[in-house]
């Protein structure tokens, strides 16, 4: 599969917000691929997937604004800002959107960063027609934390969290999800992940890779003990994660980062550490020749898919 990348994002200096390098592994909730057999699109949900996180705003209008009242709709949650070329380039496709599936879809922009004013304002020239409202940092801290902007949550019918996406997307990825979603005919085959982290932190201990963690030299038992120090360490960067969250929060922090690669040093060289046993009922392979020593293959590299940029602020676990 091919995965098809974002085409832009954007992230306020004044913020500090820090650059992102590699997600990890298989990037599964960052995917619109293609099927190299058969050109066929491929969309893909959360396996399992957690409820949003509820909250009470008031939109620009006046207007009281929650989740709870849009049960059995499909809802498209979009954090943006007017001062964010992206975000202003998909409000039209937004729109259109809005209009086409008006009444089984409901899109929210949830405005950071701006003044009121000058958000009433920018909704009035362009058009916008769903509700809009300032959004708090704590409704921020419930979704994990904003690491992009635009950054929109897909939910579905039942308001569980489905997607994630990062940055400028195509419309007709969001369009063949809302039809998925809301049982019509799309031209796509629907498969499934499982969050490891990627569209909430809580989920990281899931996560049997880290991005810029290399665990290929462990053996199944050293890994395991590593991947559970990760979960149990915390970062001392100041972001108040463990060491696995920091990682795939903000793949570039040098603290975590450091702190991994000490304690995959220390699990190396632990001989209490046990060798990886022989599979059970499997005959040992005959030596090799002394002359030609045996090479095992080594894993394939990971695909890995651009991060985004992360806000600095401390977030809270979900």
Known sequence: MRLIPPTSRCSRPVLRWLIGSLLFFGAPAWCFAQQAEGNEPVIRFVRNPDPAPDFKLTAIDGKPLNLAALQGKVVLLNFWATWCGP?????????????????????????????????????QETGINYPVAMTSNDVRIQFGGIPALPTSFILDTEGRVVQKHVGLWSPAVYETEI??????????????????????????????????????????EQKKAALHRFNADACTCGCKFTLAQCRIWDSACAVSKAATEKIIAEVSADPKTPPSPAAPNTPAAPPAPAEKPPFPAQPPAPVKAVAAPVPPQPLEQK
Do not use: W
């Open 87 to 123: 975000c202003r380039a998909e409000i039209p496709d937004l729109v259109a959107l809005q209009e086409r599936y008006n009444g089984r879809l409901q899109i929210l922009g949830l405005n950071v960063d701006d003044e009121e004013a000058d958000i009433k304002q920018y909704v």
């Open 179 to 220: 039809r998925a979603l809301l049982g019509m005919p799309i031209v796509a085959r629907v498969e499934t992940f499982e969050d490891k982290g990627e569209v909430f932190l809580a989920h990281a201990d899931r996560a049997t890779e880290l991005p810029g963690v290399d665990l290929s030299k462990l053996t199944p």
